[in-house]
Nanobody
Framework: QVQLVESGGGLVQAGGSLRLSCAAS????????MGWFRQAPGKEREFVAA????????YYADSVKGRFTISRDNAKNTVYLQMNNLKPEDTAVYYC??????????WGQGTQVTVSS
């Protein structure tokens, strides 16, 4: 069982930056791929970014490519999402998720990101 706790959300003006953190419990964190997802009001949850267990491979949604960076520190059981040049359309609840195998089986409770114009 893995527990995930996100932090770092908040209110920021357009063009600003935030860094989200996701702290994971469990000794097997370093073997899991990790991902960030978001859900805006009235919309379905969508993929934002993912990172392999080693950190050697990263993947991004086209909408955030070049602005967001996913990273991880396996020694700290933490995955990060650095978000730069934020836009109002980035406003959403952001969730981190862990993928022990091919699916995201574990999810955090989410953290709110609000970008004002």
């Amino acid at each position: 069982q893995v527990q995930l706790v996100e932090s770092g959300g908040g209110l920021v003006q357009a063009g600003g930056s935030l860094r989200l953190s996701c702290a994971a419990s469990g000794r097997t964190f370093s073997s899991y791929a990790m991902g960030w997802f978001r859900q805006a009001p009235g919309k379905e949850r969508e993929f934002v970014a993912a990172i392999s267990w080693s950190g050697g491979s990263t993947y991004y949604a086209d909408s955030v490519k070049g602005r967001f960076t996913i990273s991880r520190d396996n020694a700290k059981n933490t995955v990060y999402l650095q978000m730069n040049n934020l836009k109002p359309e980035d406003t959403a609840v952001y969730y981190c998720a862990a993928a022990p195998n091919k699916g995201y089986d574990y999810w955090g409770q989410g953290t709110q990101v609000t970008v004002s114009s």
